[in-house]
């Protein structure tokens, strides 16, 4: 998968996925080697926006040549959190991202596990 993260200019893809021989190997933070892998990022500005993909949702998220967010498909998501409207709407935004997850338009590009977590910091609650 993916983390992107805009710390105030634009999202950025901190880390390069980190995949083996596939796109679906899996490391863990458990694994013996673990520590000749993990990559730390810190920040001297607040995290605004973060968004978290699984290998199923990682190839029409990023660009993976380049190892850059796709902006586009972050855009749509992370303007409908900060809008007025989503405000105690949890579960609707919920089904809704669900039911993109699971569209036919997803599912042509991809047959993995499909996961996409999103984070806003909203300046009103403090959070």
């Not at 490391?27 to 080697?33: P, T």
């Not at 995290?47 to 380049?66: E, H, K, W, Y």
């Not at 919920?94 to 039911?99: C, G, N, V, Y």
Request: overall charge negative; proline content about 4%.
């Amino acid at each position: 998968g993916a983390i992107v993260v805009d710390v105030g200019a634009f999202l950025t893809l901190p880390i390069a996925p980190m995949n083996g021989d596939y796109i679906n190997n899996k490391r863990f933070l458990v694994d013996e080697d673990a520590d000749d892998r993990v990559a730390i990022v810190s920040f001297d500005r607040p995290m605004l926006r973060v968004g978290v993909v699984s290998d199923g949702v990682q190839s029409i998220s990023t660009n993976l040549a380049q190892n850059t967010p796709h902006e586009p498909f972050f855009a749509r998501f992370f303007r409908t959190l900060e809008s007025d409207e989503a405000l105690g709407k949890e579960d609707e935004l919920q089904a809704s991202l669900a039911a993109f997850l699971a569209s036919d338009a997803v599912n042509a590009r991809t047959d993995d596990d499909k996961t996409l977590a999103l984070a806003i910091a909203r300046s009103d609650s403090g959070v």
